[in-house]
């Protein structure tokens, strides 16, 4: 699944992220950071604390990654996502 979508990605040079819907809780929407919310971003070692006004994409608990740059732990996929 991830290879498909990084296929269409580079062909349509867009940013395209996946979720794993079991993972989020509630919607997932479009909003600024207020400040101090935790992220921990795929392939890093300690999550970081966000500074206000960063555009990210959130769930109803936590802040799933940063819009057009980082994805987050709490919304990849595995093996075990199904779609």
């Known amino acids: 699944?991830?290879?498909?979508v990084n296929a269409v990605a580079v062909a349509?040079?867009?940013?395209?992220g996946v979720f794993d819907a079991d993972r989020v809780t509630g919607q997932?929407?479009?909003t600024s950071s207020q400040g101090g919310e935790e992220f921990l971003a795929l392939g890093a070692d300690e999550s970081v604390r966000?500074?206000?006004g960063r555009l990210v994409l959130a769930d109803d608990v936590r802040v799933l990654s940063l819009l057009d740059?980082?994805?987050g732990v709490h919304q990849r996929v595995t093996?075990?996502?199904s779609g």
């Open 1 to 4: 699944m991830v290879d498909a």
């Open 69 to 71: 740059h980082r994805d």
């Open 50 to 52: 966000l500074d206000p």
């Open 28 to 30: 997932v929407r479009l």
């Open 79 to 81: 093996h075990d996502t």
């Open 12 to 16: 349509d040079l867009a940013a395209l």
